[in-house]
C-alpha cells in the first residue's frame, strides 16, 4: 500500500493530498480526510499561537508502525500523514490524515485509529502561548481511553 | 550513548542531547534516570517525577524495565500531546 508520511514546518493542502491518493487509480471508492487545526481559545481562554516540537527520526519510525498496523487491520489501499512542527496560529492546520479504500467503512475506521494513535503515541508536544504565559499542553487522560479502545475491539473490514 | 530530551524535560535538564557514558550498574532505563537525577540540580528537577517520564530506545517506546545494553539512543520526554 502506498503511504507518505511527513513531518514537516509547512502548511498542507488538504485537496492536493486527497487527490494524490486517488490520482491515476479506480479501484479506491473511498477517502477519508481528517484535519486537525489550532484553536484560539483552550480551556476557556484565547490561545496566541501553538508550538509544536518533535522528535525528528522517531516521529516518522511511530507513525509508520501505526500505519502498518492499520494496514493489517483494515483493507487500506493508500494512506497519508502530515503532521506539522515548529510556530502554528490560530486557524493554521496541524495535521493531516488521510486514507483511502474500497469502501468508506474502512477508510473511516483507519483514519480514527490512526488519529487516536497519533495523540497518544507519535513523539509531539504541543506548547501553548498565551498573552501573559506560555505552557505546556498536559496529556489528556481522554485520548489514553481513545486510543486503549483498539486494543478491545477488532473491527469488521467493511 | 546519545541521550536525547524533548519539551519540559529539555527545558529543565537545559539541553537537547548529550553524549554519556554510565556504570555498568546502569542496566535499566528506570537505572539510567536515577543515575541522571543524582547528577544535578537541574537533571532531579527533570526526573523528580521519574514515572511520569516516557522513553525510547533507538526510535521505539520501551517501559522503565527495559535493559540499555546496546542501545545507541534514549531519549527521555513527557507524555505525548500532538495531533
Known sequence: ?158 | MKLLYFAWVRERVGKGEEVVDPPASVATVADLMAWLAGRGEEYAFAFENAKIIRAAIDHAHVKAGTPIAGAKEVAFFPPMTGG
Request: with cysteine; hydrophobic share 45%; glycine share 6%.
Open chain 1, 1 to 158: 500500500m502506498p503511504a507518505t508520511i511527513r513531518l514537516q514546518s509547512a502548511d498542507f493542502d488538504v485537496g492536493t493530498e486527497a487527490a494524490l491518493l486517488t490520482r491515476g487509480r479506480t479501484d479506491i471508492g473511498a477517502v477519508v480526510t481528517f484535519t486537525g487545526i489550532c484553536r484560539g481559545e483552550e480551556a476557556g481562554a484565547p490561545v496566541s499561537a501553538m508550538k509544536l516540537e518533535h522528535y525528528p527520526g522517531m516521529a516518522e519510525a511511530e507513525i509508520a508502525r501505526h500505519v502498518a498496523e492499520a494496514e493489517a487491520r483494515w483493507p487500506l489501499l493508500g494512506a497519508t500523514i502530515i503532521h506539522r512542527y515548529g510556530r502554528l496560529l490560530p486557524g493554521d492546520n496541524i495535521v493531516l490524515v488521510a486514507t483511502a479504500s474500497s469502501h468508506r467503512g474502512a477508510a473511516f475506521a483507519a483514519a480514527e485509529f490512526l488519529m487516536d494513535y497519533l495523540k497518544t503515541r507519535a513523539p509531539l508536544w504541543k506548547k501553548i502561548e498565551r498573552a501573559d504565559s506560555v505552557s505546556w499542553v498536559d496529556a489528556k487522560s481522554s485520548d489514553d481511553v481513545a486510543t486503549d479502545r483498539w486494543t478491545e475491539q477488532r473491527p469488521a473490514a467493511e
